[in-house]
């Protein structure tokens, strides 16, 4: 396996969400094209296919859905840290000298 891009795992994400192309690049703000691509580079980087297209729809293969799941699990973690850093923005910090 080559180094993924974290926003290629974060794509993979909403795709396995939505289930169609162009739902996630509207969702995400990006064009199909890009979507693919990155879909594309995913899939070279694991050797094997991540997505499959079933009845005008994209789901992932067994080998994506465990990747899904594994990456839900690291953006829930993500954003659990990124809250708890926010928390921290306006706390009292540093020294008192009385």
């Given at each position: 396996?080559h180094?993924v891009n974290?926003?290629?795992?974060?794509?993979?994400?909403r795709?396995?969400e939505?289930?169609?192309?162009?739902?996630?690049?509207?969702?995400l703000?990006?064009?199909e094209?890009?979507?693919l691509?990155?879909v594309a580079?995913?899939?070279a980087?694991m050797g094997m296919p991540v997505?499959e297209k079933?009845?005008g729809?994209?789901?992932?293969?067994?080998a994506?859905?465990?990747l899904?799941?594994?990456?839900?699990?690291?953006?829930?973690?993500?954003?659990?840290?990124?809250?708890?850093?926010?928390?921290?923005?306006?706390?009292?910090?540093?020294?008192?000298?009385?």
């Open positions: 396996m180094t974290w926003d290629d795992l974060r794509i993979a994400l795709l396995a939505d289930g169609r192309v162009s739902l996630t690049a509207r969702t703000g990006i064009n094209r890009t979507v691509r990155r580079r995913l899939d980087a997505f079933h009845f729809r994209v789901q992932p293969t067994a994506g859905k465990l899904v799941a594994k990456v839900a699990d690291m953006d829930r973690a993500a954003r659990a840290g990124l809250a708890a850093v926010e928390k921290t923005r306006d706390a009292p910090s540093g020294h008192v000298t009385l």
